[in-house]
């Protein structure tokens, strides 16, 4: 086998695996998308904008030490709320609540650190409850700390400097009638992720 054959070979092997990562990688919309595309759904972050720095959380390197002992102070209290909108001209059903809804949480700055604490949960399957959302109105889901995933338990976000941070959601929820392209569930709902828009936070010395 001559060398332009080999390299040819290496080549393909390499965009194979490649591609295969690409494949195996989960979708996600872009932010102020929903996936999949032409799911009636939005998603903004509202509410207050500006808090104070809390030194009682540590810094990133005391962050850092609780990854050996998997102890992590409570992540930032917030008063923030996720509004859903109903994008189409139609009442759509959206669940809200239960276990396979779940807000992913992303903030970004200089300062900001994310855990994954391992919290016992209940081992209880918390069905998913819907609300009705009539064309073009909201329903929303509040956002008391920076904790996501699954019961909110999945993630901790923490800002360990004072300064300008933006914080992002990804909603994983289902909607009725099914979008086109949806994943199905139970009851002729369909699986959709919303992400927000970018909010911009500012976190100020105590």
Aim: charged content about 20%; glycine content about 10%; aromatic content about 6%.
């Amino acid at each position: 086998m001559n060398r332009a054959i080999l390299i040819a070979t290496a080549v393909a092997i390499l965009g194979g695996a490649a591609m295969s990562e690409a494949a195996d990688k989960p979708k996600v919309p872009e932010p102020g998308k929903a996936l999949p595309e032409g799911a009636p759904l939005s998603v903004t972050i509202e509410g207050t904008a500006k808090y104070t720095l809390d030194p009682a959380l540590g810094s990133e390197a005391d962050l850092k030490k609780g990854f050996i002992s998997d102890k992590f102070p409570n992540p930032p209290k917030v008063a923030l709320k996720l509004v859903v909108r109903n994008t189409s001209d139609k009442p759509v059903q959206v669940w809200t609540s239960g276990d396979p809804v779940t807000v992913g949480l992303n903030l970004k700055g200089d300062g900001a650190v994310m855990v994954t604490p391992r919290l016992a949960m209940t081992a209880d399957y918390r069905s998913p409850r819907s609300t009705e959302v009539a064309a073009g109105k909201t329903v929303e889901i509040p956002l008391t700390q920076l904790s996501g995933g699954k019961r909110g338990m999945g993630e901790y976000w923490y800002w360990t400097k004072a300064g300008e941070y933006e914080l992002t959601a990804m909603l994983n929820t289902a909607v009725n009638p099914a979008p086109a392209g949806a994943d199905k569930a139970d009851g002729g709902f369909g699986l959709v992720k919303v992400a927000s828009p970018a909010f911009k936070i500012v976190v100020e010395k105590k």
